[in-house]
């Protein structure tokens, strides 16, 4: 029986030794990983490489984490998203919740944490 490929994931942060430990680590476990460091680049990745999953920082330059989610829209893409923020509150959870995300993860990431998540919403 052949094996259901990996989802290709977009992580989206300006922090590069967060995106660059994210993406070998998914790496390692199978997934094809796409990164972006702002918004812009997050939303053009999105539209041209189909990424299954996009992993989200709240917090980035020039085009926040909420304002990608205002253009993507989740809900009705059908685009999976799980946000991650070191700062995020419980509004803040809300917030990309209503807006489609699926999930928040706080900063440091805990690997396990992640895996989970991302094993249960793809």
């Avoid at 059908?78 to 946000?83: H, N, T």
């Avoid at 992640?114 to 793809?122: A, H, M, P, S």
């Amino acid at each position: 029986m052949p094996r259901t490929p990996k989802p290709k994931i977009l992580i989206v942060d300006d922090e590069e030794d967060i995106v660059t430990n994210l993406e070998a680590f998914l790496e390692e476990e199978g997934y094809e990983t796409l990164t972006a460091r702002e918004g812009e680049t997050a939303l053009k990745k999105i539209e041209e490489e189909k990424p299954n999953l996009v992993l989200l920082d709240l917090n980035i330059p020039k085009m926040s984490g909420f304002q990608i989610l205002e253009r993507i829209k989740p809900r009705e893409t059908g685009l999976k998203v799980l946000i991650f923020s070191g700062v995020a509150t419980e509004e803040d959870k809300a917030r990309a919740l209503a807006l489609g995300a699926l999930g928040l993860l706080t900063k440091p990431i805990q690997i396990d944490a992640l895996l989970q998540e991302i094993e249960k919403v793809t």
